[in-house]
Each structure stands twice: as C-alpha cells, then as structure tokens.
T-cell receptor, first 116, second 118 residues
Framework: DTGVSQDPRHKITKRGQNVTFRCDPI?????LYWYRQTLGQGPEFLTYFQNEAQLEKSRLLSDRFSAERPKGSFSTLEIQRTEQGDSAMYLCASSFGQGRVNYGYTFGSGTRLTVV | AQKVTQAQTEISVVEKEDVTLDCVYETRDTTYYLFWYKQPPSGELVFLIR??????QNEISGRYSWNFQKSTSSFNFTITASQVVDSAVYFCALSVGDTTSGTYKYIFGTGTRLKVLA
C-alpha cells in the first residue's frame, strides 16, 4: 500500500490521559499536514510540515497539542491531558510541493479519537 | 479571509435522478485551487477533482460534471443518474498558498450529505 497510513484507526481514552497518533506519508512527499474533523463539519487545518520543519500551526492547536516530523518522514501528533472536546477524527495528508504547486495531495484514513 | 460555503446540509434523491451540490468560495488570492472530495461512511476522503483558478472550463467525468464560474465564485458539482453508491458526504475545498510560511492548506466547506434512495 503506497498511500498515507495512519495509526491507530481508533483510540478511546479517558479524560486527562495523553495520546499519540502516527502518520506515515507517501515516501516521496516532502509536505505533511494534520487536520481535525468533528462531527458534521469539514476538516480543519491544524499544522503543516515541509520536510522536518513545522512551518505553520493553526490557532486551533492549543498548548496541549504538539506535532513532530523528526526526520522529514513520519509524523506524530500528541495530545496531552485530553479533554472531551478533543474527540474528533484526526486526518493526515501529504503532498510533493515545489513553490506554489502541490502534487498528489493525498489524505490518510484518519484516526478517530473518543475521549470518555 | 478565505471561506468555503456549502449551503446544502443534506439532500435526498431517488436513484437515477440528477443532483447538483453547490459550493461558493471566497478568497482574495488570484491563484488558487478548488477541489471536491467524497467521504463515504468509512471516513476516508476520496479525491474527485482539482481545478485551478485560471481554468474555467467545465469538466465531465462519467456521471460527474463540474461547473466553475469565477464571476459568481462558485464551483458546483452535478451527479447525473445518481446511484445508491453515490451516497456519502461531499466536501468542496479551497487551497491557497501563504508565501510567507510556504503553507498550502485546504479550507473545507461543512459538507453536503447526499442520500440516494433505491
């Protein structure tokens, strides 16, 4: 499978616990994005990496959220001290970009987080 | 500000009917891309089409067609002879670039849930 892989597919956690999600982009893609989708809404941008550099973070990304892409390949999204409002689908996407053009923007299947 | 509006929350049609999903966007950028994605119950976003701001030609792909009109900032999607398998949530999205950060993110509408009844 050469698509964008996300792990786990589903996560149920108790309020206050920390969770970490992983995204493996398409191997030749240099750009990686995280989005959050709540019920009945479209995905909302969270953060963006070009190679290992995190170039933009949305104001939606509170201090409890941190994302890394240490070697410019896979990425992790960690949520500390989870709250019920964090329950959502977390989507990862990757693309190959040069300047203003993006090629092959592909979404993963997402990680569905439920905070109880 | 950039924004995508999908005013239709839910549409129900009977199989074989034609249906049009509306999308209106706002951006001050002159270079941008518009997209449609399908999200079936499995949750994955399935790419349907990309259109750049300089190409206003309508496009047809099988039973799908798209009408891009810059004058009205609309990018509408029509399914001809709908089928039950078309039932899903459809999202319209706008991609703009931030030359300062180098970010090219998507701004999604809230989606239209299409139900095709047998």
């Amino acid at each position: 499978d050469t698509g964008v892989s996300q792990d786990p597919r589903h996560k149920i956690t108790k309020r206050g616990q920390n969770v970490t999600f992983r995204c493996d982009p398409i191997s030749e893609h240099n750009r990686l994005y995280w989005y959050r989708q709540t019920l009945g809404q479209g995905p909302e941008f969270l953060t963006y990496f070009q190679n290992e550099a995190q170039l933009e973070k949305s104001r939606l990304l509170s201090d409890r959220f941190s994302a890394e892409r240490p070697k410019g390949s896979f990425s992790t999204l960690e949520i500390q001290r989870t709250e019920q409002g964090d329950s959502a689908m977390y989507l990862c996407a990757s693309s190959f970009g040069q300047g203003r053009v993006n090629y092959g923007y592909t979404f993963g299947s997402g990680t569905r987080l439920t905070v109880v | 500000a950039q924004k995508v509006t999908q005013a239709q929350t839910e549409i129900s049609v009977v199989e074989k009917e034609d249906v049009t999903l509306d999308c209106v966007y706002e951006t001050r950028d002159t270079t941008y891309y518009l997209f449609w994605y399908k999200q079936p119950p499995s949750g994955e976003l399935v790419f349907l089409i990309r259109r750049n701001s300089f190409d206003e030609q309508n496009e047809i792909s099988g039973r799908y067609s798209w009408n891009f009109q810059k004058s009205t900032s609309s990018f509408n999607f029509t399914i001809t002879a709908s089928q039950v398998v078309d039932s899903a949530v459809y999202f319209c999205a706008l991609s703009v670039g931030d030359t300062t950060s180098g970010t090219y993110k998507y701004i999604f509408g809230t989606g239209t849930r299409l139900k095709v009844l047998a």
